[in-house]
């Protein structure tokens, strides 16, 4: 597949290109012919032409084809884009296994096992209008194991940033963070997205 395909560009043609069909309130119409009057120009500028367009696309062709561009980068960025193609269907999708009391809500962790680069994304909403209790569990990912807790902040829809979340290595949310005595809002979503 071509990374660029040249176009040739043609100017319009037409019998009167400066006539314009004007229509007025009543229906009536009357053909005009129109020309500039700009008052003093002090840049020409550069004209849409089939000539400056022509020459836009040959060097464009040229950067990318066998000008300026190393053929061994070429293939380098076909090389990366099949690599991504093959590593996003490496990607599996878990979800919470089990929701704590005070919690509800959608998480996905897409998980990349070729290269071992997991996200984790969702909202989940905060069911109670008392602050959750250090160490209270929002949710258990299933089958998430790491080697190390990352702490992470979550996005209230209200505008809040709190820092109070963290993913344990045994694939627990918990709750943990100074933060956490702000969350009092009752049914108040909170948005967040992890990479480790």
């Not at 696309?57 to 084809?65: D, F, Y």
């Not at 005595?181 to 108040?188: D, G, I």
Request: proline letters at 2%; aromatic letters at 10%.
């Amino acid at each position: 597949m071509a990374l660029f395909a040249k176009k040739t560009w043609k100017n319009r043609l037409s019998e009167y290109p400066n006539r314009r069909k004007l229509t007025k309130e009543n229906g009536t119409t009357e053909l005009v012919t129109v020309s500039r009057s700009e008052g003093n120009v002090s840049r020409e500028g550069d004209a849409f032409s089939d000539t400056n367009m022509n020459d836009l696309e040959n060097r464009i062709s040229k950067a990318i084809g066998a000008g300026d561009l190393p053929a061994e980068l070429g293939a380098d960025i076909i090389s990366a884009i099949d690599a991504l193609n093959t590593s996003l269907a490496d990607y599996k999708n878990t979800n919470i296994a089990d929701w704590g009391s005070n919690w509800q809500g959608g998480v996905t962790c897409s998980i990349n096992y070729s290269t071992s680069i997991r996200k984790l994304f969702g909202r989940i909403t905060h069911k109670v209008a008392t602050a959750p209790e250090w160490g209270e569990v929002v949710g258990i990912l299933e089958g998430i194991t790491l080697s190390y807790a990352v702490p992470f902040a979550v996005y209230s829809t209200r505008g809040q940033v709190y820092n109070a979340f963290v993913l344990t290595t045994d694939g627990k949310i918990k709750v943990y963070g100074s933060d956490k005595s702000k969350l009092t809002n009752v049914n108040e979503q909170l948005e967040f997205y992890i990479a480790f």
